[in-house]
Structure formats: C-alpha cells, structure tokens
C-alpha cells in the first residue's frame, strides 16, 4: 500500500531561521511526488511536482528535492506569511492508471516574528 | 488566475439529510475530483471523473455517494443520507492534462447533526 510520512508534524521558526520539512514515501511507482501549502480552513495550495530522482525545484524561499526515498521543502529565511501546514503527496503506477493522490499528515510550519 | 470555486463554503444538516455540494472547476480542466479532510486528519481520495464517468473511487465512496456532471461547467457531489461520520471538509480538484498537478478548491466544510 502507498504510504507518506510526513516529519516533524509540527515545527516552530524564528523568522530568518532556515530549516527542511521531510517526506518519506512508499509506492510501487512513483509518478509524481506534489508539495502542497494549506492554511487553516482552506484548500490546499500546489507549490511543486517533482517527478525523478535529483530533480529540485524552487520558488521565492522554497525549494523541494527528491530521492528515490523522500523529499525534502527546504525553507529559507522564513518569514511569518510562511506559516502554514505543508502537505505531501504521491501519485503511484497502477495498472489501472489510477489518478489519486496519496497524501501525508502535513507539517505544521510557524514563523515567529 | 482561474481557480475552482465551491459552493457552500458551510453546510449543517440533519442526519439521513440529503446534501449536494457543488464544484466549478477550471474551464478547460478534464479531470475532477472530490476529496475530503476530516478534522485533524489527512486529505483523503474520494473519487475522479473523466469523460463523464467515474475512473476511480476509494472505500469511502459506497452507495451513498453520487458525483455528476449536470451541465459544462459544474461538477456535483451528493450524499444521500447523511451520517454523523461523514462531518469534514469536502474539497473538489481539477487537473488539465494526465500528468498534471491537481488543482483544489477552498473546500465545503460539512456538520452533520
């Protein structure tokens, strides 16, 4: 069964203060690994896809990574407005082409001023 | 920026109550999706749509569920007889292309009495 494990559940920055989400996964094929930013009561924000092995991506102060194990959302001087519930899913090979997203708990990101 | 948009954003009803949420997805998006988040849990796959019918649906979605396309434009989720434990937040997704990223609204929140 496809799995992801999102660590730590919660964690608390000061603003300017870089730190790394983590994703660790478990599919039969990946197609597709998805960062998402939700704030509370509200949808989920797409951020990134990532799809092999190496491949980073990057926008303002985030930028995500892949192995064939995890992912990582690297944050980079955080400011308070990055406060959010960061979520992470993967989309699996499925001989019946299945299209559904497994996702993680989140990780729930506060900037302190 | 063409998003989803989801109505009710709160919906209460009455156990064994019918409800229906709607979506409006990006215009030229071919895929649909209903998912739901119960509180303090993760977002969960209920259901994707393509072509006019279901590709795939998980567990959660028995008999009580129903999803449409009525018309180009809305995408409908309905319960049929609602119970206590179907209280969460309903969000619909929209996805282009087959590879693509998913695209969510800012959810229906649903309480069941």
């Known amino acids: 069964e496809d799995q992801v494990t999102q660590s730590p559940e919660a964690l608390r920055l000061q603003e300017g203060e870089s730190s790394s989400l983590n994703c660790s996964y478990t599919?039969?094929?990946?197609?597709?690994l998805f960062w998402y930013r939700q704030d509370p009561g509200k949808g989920p924000e797409f951020l990134f896809t990532?799809?092999?092995a190496g491949e980073e991506k990057e926008k303002e102060r985030l930028k995500a990574t892949l192995t064939k194990k995890e992912s990582f959302l690297h944050i980079t001087a955080p400011k308070p407005e990055d406060s959010a519930t960061y979520l992470c899913?993967?989309?699996?090979?499925?001989?019946?082409?299945?299209?559904?997203?497994?996702f993680g708990k989140g990780t729930k990101l506060t900037v302190n001023p | 920026e063409p998003e989803v948009t989801q109505t009710p954003s709160h919906q209460v009803t009455q156990m064994g109550q019918e409800v229906i949420l709607r979506c409006v997805p990006i215009?030229?998006?071919?895929?649909f999706y209903w998912y739901r988040q119960i509180l303090g849990q993760k977002v969960e796959f209920l259901v994707s749509?393509?072509?006019?019918?279901?590709?795939?649906k998980s567990e959660i979605f028995d008999d009580q569920f129903s999803v449409e396309r009525p018309d180009g434009s809305n995408f409908t989720l309905k319960i049929r007889s609602t119970k206590l434990e179907d209280s969460a937040m309903y969000f619909c997704?929209?996805?282009?292309?087959?590879?693509?990223?998913?695209?969510f609204g800012e959810g229906s929140r649903l309480t069941v009495l």
């Open positions: 997704a929209s996805k282009g292309t087959g590879a693509g990223e998913l695209f």
């Open positions: 899913a993967v989309r699996a090979f499925s001989q019946g082409g299945s299209e559904k997203l497994v």
């Open positions: 215009s030229n998006h071919l895929y």
């Open positions: 599919v039969s094929g990946l197609r597709g």
């Open positions: 749509f393509y072509n006019n019918e279901i590709s795939e």
């Open positions: 990532l799809y092999s």
